[in-house]
Each structure stands twice: as C-alpha cells, then as structure tokens.
C-alpha cells in the first residue's frame, strides 16, 4: 500500500448553485475538475457574474498540473478565463468542450497562451500521479464526460452532470459499461450530482421533446419563434430538423445560438441542408409561415434577443399577432418575474406562447439524473465512499440519505461542502479541515457589448472606485417618469466638475426617453439599460469602473 | 327595458396578481367588490405592500355606497384600512371575514368609525339599485362567497376565489345548485379566478392533505413543526386533530397563526379540545414526542417565527436534530431563493424537512379551481359574457381562450384589465373608456412591531423624507463585515449634525455585531434587520421617515 493521502477539495458547487470546481491532490500533484461560474443572486444588484475563490490553488501554485473538464457549460467552465488569467495551466475536454473554451478563451485574449488538451472519451491520460479515464455520459450538451481518476489509494469517479438517457439525439450512449467495469474492479469513491435528488422517477430523454415539436411545427400557421439554451445542441438539431421538414427557413438571433451552433456544426452534431439558413434580416423577405426563428434569451434576460422581441424592440426578429414563440427550457428558480414578465409581454402581441406548464407532452426536459437514475449508476459503481456534489444544501443532504440507504451498494455517505478536506488513505477517508473558499463578484459590463474584456472588480476593491446610485422614479402605469433622475455617489468623486453629475444625469435622463413605456415598465430591463449607458459613459469620461446599482422608485 | 348603463370597472388585479379591487356602478349607486393588497416585487425594495390607487371612487365619493367582500384573504381585504381611512363606507362580509377586518380594522385605529354588515351565504341584500346574492363556494379559507348581482339589465356573478372541493373539511359545501339555477335563468356576465387556469384537471380536495399528515405524524418520533398559511384554517383543523389523536400538545407560535386560530375557535370551525394548547414558553416542559408546534412564515419571510426559528434565532421554537418540519404550503413565485435559503438552515439543524416536492400525497393543495372545475362553473352558468379575472395578463388570456372555446357555453368572452370600463346596456357590452389606476405603496413600518399604525408613504412624498441607504460589505463565507458600514442618503438631513449620522452607523453596527453568522449569510434577514433597527431610530430623533433601503455588498 503506497503511503501517503489522497485529498479532495471542492471548491465550490457543494452547498451552492453553480460554480463547480474541486481540487484533487496526492502530494505534490493537483488537478483541478471544472472551473464554473455561478450567476449572482438578486440581492447582488450591478454585480454579473460570481466565480470562486483560488487561494487555495494559488497557494500551492507549483502543485497545479492541469484543469479537466467534464462539460461545456458555464457552471463548470465559466470561470476559466477568471482562473487561467491568475495560473496558465493546461486545459483538458473533450472536442466540444474545447471549442466553447476556446470562443471564451478568444474573446478575453487569453487564447494564445492557453494549453489546450483534447479529450477522447474512453482513451487515458496522465497527469502527474494521477491516470484519467473520461467515460461518456449523456447530458443536456453533448460531448461530456464522467471522470474516473486512478490514484495511488483506488479509483474515484466524479460523474460530471448527466442524465442517463437512453436515446440521445446524437446516438452517443451513455457509456454504463465502463462504470460496471469500474464497480467490478472496486472503487474507493463516487463523487455524484445531485441536482435532481428531489425528483422520483426517471428524467424523459431529450426524444420526448419531439412529439411536443412536431405538435407545434403542425398547428403553426404564422412566424414560429423557438427559444432554448444556447448550449441545448440537441434542441436546436430537433428544431432545424423539423424546420427543414417543414418547410420552414431558420434564422438564428442572438450571439450564442449563432456561436453555439456554428461550433455544433464544424464538429458534425449538426448537419444543416444547404440554403435553409437565412440571415435575419431575410426573416421580412418570406411569408410568416415559411419561417423559424431560433431566439436567445429564455430566462428573461432583459438584453436578451426575445425579451427585446417581446417588447418590439428588436430590429429583425418582430413577433406578431397569431405568431408562436415557443420557450424550450426551464424556468429556473429565481427568474420567475422576469420570464412570465416577457411571456406577459408576448401575450400581449398576440402571440401563442408555448413554455413549461406542466402539460404533455413536455416542452423541455431535464438534463440532470433523477432518483432511479442516480440509483442506478449507484448500483453500478458500488463505491465505498459516496460523495454527494453539485447542489444546494438541502440536495446534497436528501442525496445522502438516499444512498445511505442503499445498502450492499455503498459503504459510507460523506457530506462535505465547499471548503472541506475530504482525505482518504490505506485506513479510510476523512473530513481534516478548511481551505478558504469564497465568492468573487465580477462585473464584466454591459452584456451587450459584443466582445468586452473581463473586468475582475473583486469587490474588496469597492474603494478605489466607488458606488454610483442612479435613482429613477417611475409611474408604473403610466410609465412616465415623475422627477429628474437623482444619482448619488459614495467613494467616486469624477474630478470635482458638478458639470459631470450633470452630464450623468443627462444621460440617463436620454436613456429613459428612448425607452419605450413597455420597458420602463419593465424594472429589469429599463435598470439594465440605464446600468449600461451610465457606464459607458463614466468609463469613457473618468476611466473609472464605479459599481452602479440603478435604483427604481414606483410612484 | 331600462334605460341606464351598467359599468364594470376593476380597480386592481387584472392583469397583476392580488390587489383584488371591482366597482360595480348604475347611474348613482356604486359598489366596490373587494379591497385587496398585493405583496410587492422585489425591485420595490423598502415598500411593505401595495394597494389599489381609488382615484376613481374618490372623485364619485358620494356614489359609493358600500365594499362588499367575497373572502378573509389579504388579496382582497388587505387594502381596507388604506380605503376606509379615504372613505369610510359600509363593508359587507360573511361572519369570518368579517372577523378579520374587525382585527385588521382595529389595529389601525379604524374600527370604531366602520360601519359592517354581515352577509350570510344564500340570504339576499339590497344595496341601492343592486340586489346581491352570496353564494356559499369552498377555497382554501373558509366562509367564502361568491356574488349575483341583479342589475337593471341583468344579473352578474363575481366567483371571488373559488375552488370545487366536493369534500370540505368544514363539510360546507359548494353551493352548485344556485349556480346552476342562475344559468337556467339567465346570466348577464361572469367573472370567474384565473389564478389556475394554466394547471389541467381538478384541484385536489383539501382532505388529500389528510394522508400525507397521517404519514409524517406517525413516522414523527421528536418534536414536529408545521407551518402553514394561517388563513388556512383547513389544515390548522387538520393538524390540531391529528396532534390530539396522536397524543402531542399544540403550540402556536407567531402572532397570525394565533389570531386566526382564535377567531376559528370563536367562529366554531375548530373545535380544541381542553388542554390540548399549552402556550410556546411550555415546549421545552414536555417530551419532544408530545409535541406539536403550528408556527408561522412559510415563505421565508426574514422575520417569521419559522425563519428565525431556522437559525436558531427564536426564543421558544428550538429546532434540534432529527425534529421534523413541515411546510404545507405553496411556494410563491419570487420567494423559491428566499425558502430554500431556509430550508438549508433547517437542513443544517439536523432536522426531517417535509416541503411541496411533487411527491404523492401532496402536503399541500391549491385552492383555486384548475381548468375541469372553471369549466363546469362556466357550464353551470352559461353566461352571454365571460370576464376573467384575478391573474396576470397571461392567465386572463388563456382562461378567455379557454372559455371562447365553449361554444354554446359562452357568449363571447371579453378581455379587460385594471382601469377599463366595461359597460353594459340593452344593446350589448363594450370597453367603455379607461378610469384612473395604480399602484400605492405603503411602508408599514418593520413588521416585527405588534401593533403599529399604518403609515401611508406615498412615494410622491418621497422628496419630503428622503431616501437613506446603509451600505454594507460582508464576506459571505466567514460572515465578517468587511468595512465599516456606510450610510448615504438624499432629500434627508438630519438636522445637519454629524454626530447624528456618526449615530445611525452605529445603529447598524450594533445590528450587525447582535447577529449570527447565519443571519448574517442571508441578506433577506439582515437587511430586514438592519432596516428595523435604523428607521426606529430615525424616527425616534428625526419624526421623520425616509425611505430605508439596505445594500449588501459581498466581498
């Protein structure tokens, strides 16, 4: 038996929504599995994007060997740009996984200097002590994988996010040999997701979509407006072949459905007829029924491509009366306002608006393993540690429950959080203390700038450029704005000139006059724009980067 | 025929969810259906609730002959006080909800000037020219009416909120048979809750919660915890039988949960057997097993009993390891990240949490009637016009789609919002114009003080007392202030003394330093902490009471 400890430590996503990201080290070796991002919550206004902490890993710098990912999203890969702008080590996924990291990677200019590894699922590598074996699994995104790290005390398996389905768009199988394999031969531990512990039962595979699909293309007379993550390359396919069958022109809107399937295309998941791709502005050149739209902006992102086309704002993409819009995804907890806001708004043209309700058959599936499934891979791999991750307390604690009492299948139930040292050797695995973990707020500007640099406003940093607070007071009804816009400031002085609070104040003041009064009525959208304006107009005139927290008063 | 016009014009409501407000006119008699609240969204941060603008019956004040109520829930009472203290006209009501307006009226000082009526179901009034008929309906409250009102042209029904519960606990049953006699004779107008239209099928009966009780009491072996809406005067019945039939006292903690338990016990729909309630100060005499706590915030409200409870910030309800806690209740859109957030907490207290997660039995049921049962009112009814009410536009849409469907049904269906006038005469019905509406936000003061008067802040008013925004910087993982707190303010001078500001920070200092880490780690709690404890002591030195708005920053 080899002495010393195997050590893992997670650095986010366990007791959180999001930002995954755990260490694994065996003396002087670390790998880092993903490296994602959270979205803040409400209470964080003017903050974009949170990230975690690394003291731990920039403490032991020389250790780090490499970052592995298991899948494209942003919860696990979002804050490579934040991790490899403070240590440039090499980069391991799968070919999708890569080309999305690589898009990221280019628009913060850190890709010339990035070391990227490819993965193949079912092929080795080594890094360091540790020998890898990236299993496929099937998720929401395709291309993903588990991870079975072989250490020097036994196998660990992190299953990465998945769903077992048995009927993936792309014929890629859920690769369930491989995990028999592996709880044949014994493994020390399972690291397992734990988003849909709540749910019994089996999550549908991403086919059950197709019949609610091909209800709608059926019943739609008019434009036929489709909605879904970006990174959902299985809806997207669904949806582009269902246009092509028919007969339906599809115009993409929106940065990243334009990005997500370009990548899609050029690794072969996506094989589009010739011609039937139009730019958006032919969407006005073909007969309304001729025509399919697929639409960023599902979770009512107040820049988004569909909640600009719900207030007809939108330059191509017009929604009008007996139009569809079709909203493919989840509602995810904490955007419930702003998505039935916009679908209010598209009620409001006229539109039939399809979106999660409850009915059958579904509109959206989940991309994440409810109870039999997680059971299932459980039984598989018969770990003697079991490690719920990925999840909010309450998740990881029912997933624990759950598989402790699974008896026969598991040996012993852990619960650690982000933070913790789970250590295993020759005697057995332990909690032995806390590495500081955290939240790092970034601010990475107006959404709607194309290409931004990332902007690492670590909020410790709040003195060097202050709080800027633009107060607008708005008649809810009427929508009209009843006072000159206030704007208060702590900690940012613009060189003294009242001239400048003037101009600020100006500023928003034109914001608000070429918003429309669905907007303002709107309280994210309208906030989003004057953030937006504000700031571009203070960055260009100070140099400075203030937070600003738009505040809305309804009289 | 008569020659006159009937109008329809809904204050509040349609087209946003609560604030339930009707006027119902001929010629020089008007009468207003309901007088709702609605809970604010969470842009309005520093508002405590909102109420109907009543311009419209306030320039036809000597026409307003009456509010008549439909049922006790905050939706379509809570606006009482702010209405009755502009115009004080009778309010009619059954014997509960009158119950409740007594005490509502009476905190605010406005009980001895009101003038209440009560309605008894099935028993006829006359107020004016109106002759309203209450029709005895089931909901998740008791005593609920629904309202025919026989008009110069006709008779018009307003369902109120209702569902079809064919096995009421209180075994008063959905009067069927008076719908079904007015749709043989003839309807004018229906108009009928949208708030499920989207759900299919029928909702269940408040009995199907019994079973789901029935388990977690048996397998309870500690100390049990059950929340719920304290208007829920159903499952408060249902949890003190079985708490007497499983042999554990019952405490009731929180003082909404009291109120509407002793007005319940007045009224004759609960029948407590002697000693079964001890008061909260006795929990810690009995053995865990013997004990049964009602208690009140289900939706995470910072300051409820159950939150504070959560972070073992409560006095009597302490929650150990292994108690069970049961929240039978909805989760509120809005509210998910503010519940979960406590039940985290819960979790981290060892505790057996029991919340709605689409398991069977349900541990709570709605009580709004789902599209089967909206269809067989309409059914019933056959009325020559449909209106929905009570809903967001999007509901109102689908319930008129749902019911222009219903051919021989339905005349034909008409869509309105808050602040149009619809008219009826000989000829037909039509929009007629639009009326003054809006929103009026009222601050009521921190909602931990028992008794206080309702304090009208209007933000019109805003310019009078200002604004002031303690700024505050917490690391959210160890739960330390980073800095010490800042306070900006605007339109508010305090006098033009320093050392009163020097003061107000160390009012928020003083907060933060008397709470725990996890107080601290919620910023719902803290900020309603650190907003109580500055705005009573800016009033106490300044009568004045400017808008309080906290801003976490996390660091």
Redesign the interface.
């Known amino acids: 038996m080899p002495t010393g400890k195997l050590q893992v430590v997670p650095l986010g996503g366990l ?1 959180e929504f999001g930002m995954n990201c755990m260490a694994v080290r065996w003396g002087d070796d670390i790998i880092v599995i993903d490296a994602g991002l959270m979205f803040p ?5 003017g ?1 974009d994007i949170v990230v975690p ?1 690394i003291t731990y890993l920039l403490e032991n710098r020389s250790k780090v060997r490499a970052i592995v990912l298991t899948h494209g999203h942003e919860d696990h890969i979002g804050g490579l740009p934040w991790i490899l702008s403070e240590l440039n080590v090499p980069v391991w996924g799968t070919e999708f996984t890569l080309a999305y990291v690589e898009n990221k990677l280019e628009e913060h200019g850190l890709l010339d200097n990035a070391i990227l590894e490819e993965i193949v699922p079912g092929e080795r590598f080594q890094i360091g002590t540790f020998t890898i074996d990236p299993i496929q699994v099937t998720h929401s995104l395709v291309d993903c994988v588990a991870l079975a790290v072989h250490t020097p005390v036994g196998v660990i398996i992190h299953t990465g996010d998945f769903k077992v389905d048995p009927t993936p768009t792309d014929n890629r199988l859920f690769d369930l040999h491989t995990f028999a394999e592996y709880g044949k031969q014994g493994v020390l531990a399972l690291f397992q997701d734990s988003t849909n512990v ?3 039962g089996y999550t549908p595979s991403e086919r059950a979509v197709r019949r609610k699909f091909d209800d709608v293309f059926r019943a739609t007379k008019r434009r036929l407006f489709i909605s879904c993550f970006s990174s959902s390359i299985h809806r997207i396919k669904l949806a582009i072949d269902m246009a092509f069958e028919y007969n339906r022109k599809v115009a993409l809107v929106g940065r990243s459905m334009n990005e997500s399937t370009e990548i899609a295309q050029d690794l072969g998941y996506l094989d589009i007829p010739e011609g039937l791709l139009i730019h958006p502005g032919q969407i006005k050149d073909f007969p309304p029924e001729r025509v399919c739209v697929m639409i960023s902006g599902t979770q009512g992102e107040p820049m988004s491509g569909l909640s600009r086309a719900a207030v007809d704002q939108h330059k191509h993409a017009k929604i009008e009366r007996d139009d569809t819009v079709v909203l493919s995804s989840r509602i995810i ?2 955007n ?2 702003a998505i ?1 806001r916009m ?2 708004h ?3 043209r006229e539109a039939h ?1 399809i979106y999660e ?3 059958s058959p579904p509109v959206h599936v989940s991309g994440h393993a409810s109870q039999e499934e997680l059971k299932l891979i459980i039984n598989l791999v018969k770990p003697r540690y079991f490690i719920p991750v990925h999840g ?3 998740q990881l ?1 029912r997933h624990g429950e759950m598989a402790a009492a699974m008896h026969g299948a598991v040996g012993s139930v852990i619960q650690i959080e982000s ?1 913790d040292v789970l250590e295993f050797d020759e005697l057995g695995a332990r909690k032995a203390g806390k590495v500081t ?3 790092i ?1 970034i601010d990475s500007g107006s959404r709607t700038d194309v290409v931004e640099d990332l902007i690492i406003k ?3 940093h ?2 060097e450029d202050g ?1 800027v ?1 633009p ?1 607008i ?1 708005i ?4 929508g009209q704005v ?2 000159a816009p ?1 704007i ?1 400031t ?2 940012f002085a613009a060189g003294g000139e009242n001239g400048f609070m003037q101009e600020a104040r100006g500023v928003v003041m034109k914001t608000l006059d070429e918003s429309t009064q669905e907007e303002k009525g709107d ?2 959208v309208i ?1 989003e724009k004057i953030r937006a304006d504000l700031k571009r107009y203070i960055v260009k005139n100070t140099q400075r980067r203030p ?1 600003i ?1 738009p ?5």
Chains 1, 2 share one sequence.
């Open positions: 007791g919550e409400s209470e964080l206004l903050v902490d709540e749910r019994p907890p904490g419930e306002k039935y679908i209010d598209l009620f409001r608006v309700d409850g009915s909010e307390y309450r604690r933070g973990v955290g939240r707020c670590d909020r410790r709040l003195s709080i607070l107060i007071a008649n809810k009804l009427t009843e006072s206030e208060v702590r900690g309280y994210g906030k937070l927290m505040v809305i008063l309804e009289v």
